[in-house]
């Protein structure tokens, strides 16, 4: 009965001190950039990073998880972490973080330590209450959470009926049939993710969210120059409700991208354009039928043109939507017209975010 005692004191000792270590350690440190909520009544995620005094008020991503009916409620700190961890039922998952106890975020669950042995049924459930205990996650947003958020972390977790700050994504969903590529998790950044490089059309799970830097405005319009502007062309991933890759032109800290694939991006949105109407006369563009251009608006595009050097490549077009109008600055490149996002968004009401090479556009 004494030994007994005399062993368990110490390691309770033990645990109370690292526990307080851990808490101290996360009011204390600066390394902690962001706290995590997790609400289980909406199976999501939802990162908050500081505002300038140090609180963690300002919503900054929001993830599509699967929690279970174990999940704990309460406040917890991570600590572990593990790039694959076996789980309960003899699977793995990538990307482990332990929140408290056996409690963890991780991927979906894979039948081995093999990135194309992904339970893809299960996948398809991210966003209903489907784990053991766990918070799952796509690789993507998973990853995120094992990149940016370091041992000591704090993490609530919750019920609550009411919306979150920032709306709750929709899920990527997979071909069960598509043999070939249903064992990879689409988001999975490896090489080797036969996804990779595919515009494939599904629903993306976790956009980087929200800190807008343009909201219904267009910065000043490019000036001409004497010789053609030069530019960058980058791939870039662009979320909307749909998940797109697209070729653009970055051009002073703003992103041209063809109107077929703006088309695309405003019906995922739900902006009725009118994609009969969308060609124009050359100097301008309808998005829809709600425009009239004045002879005098037309002419001042075509003089505008007519005065440009023939070396540059770009010009001038009154690009017109909901019966507003606003002139743009358009380039060509390789065959295509290229259209300012921000001009776009500008005029049929949609908000953008860049975050280094992603876009992402709400309405």
Known sequence: MGIGIKRIIPAVLIFIMSASGVCFAQTQNTQYQYSIDVNLDNNQVLVYKKDKNGEYT???????????????????????????????????????????????????????????????????KLGQTASMGCIRLCVADVKWIYDNCPSGTKVRIFKSTEPMPLPKPEAVKIDVNDVQRRGWDPTDPDENNPWKGSNYNVKKSAPESVEIIKENTAKAEIQD??????????????????????KALYINGEYYISMPEILDFLTSLGVNVNTNNTSGDGFTIMLDNTCTVSDNELNTII?????????????????????????TDVYSYEGKNMFNLGAVCYITGCRIAVNNDEITIEK
């Open 58 to 124: 300002i919503p900054y991503k929001s993830f599509v998880c699967s929690v279970g009916e174990e999940t704990p409620e309460g406040v917890f700190y991570t600590s572990d972490k593990y790039e694959w961890r076996e789980l309960f039922g003899n699977v793995y998952g990538q990307y482990a973080t332990r929140i408290t106890g056996h409690i963890l975020f991780h991927s979906v669950p894979y039948l081995k330590t093999d990135k194309s042995t992904l339970e893809y049924e299960e996948y398809n």
């Open 225 to 246: 120059s004497e010789k053609r502007e030069d530019y960058e062309v980058k791939t870039v991933d662009v979320y909307s409700k749909w998940y797109f890759r697209a």
């Open 303 to 327: 003089a505008e043109n007519s005065g440009r050097n023939s070396s540059q490549n770009k010009k001038s077009v009154l690009l017109c939507f909901g019966g507003n109008k606003i002139k």
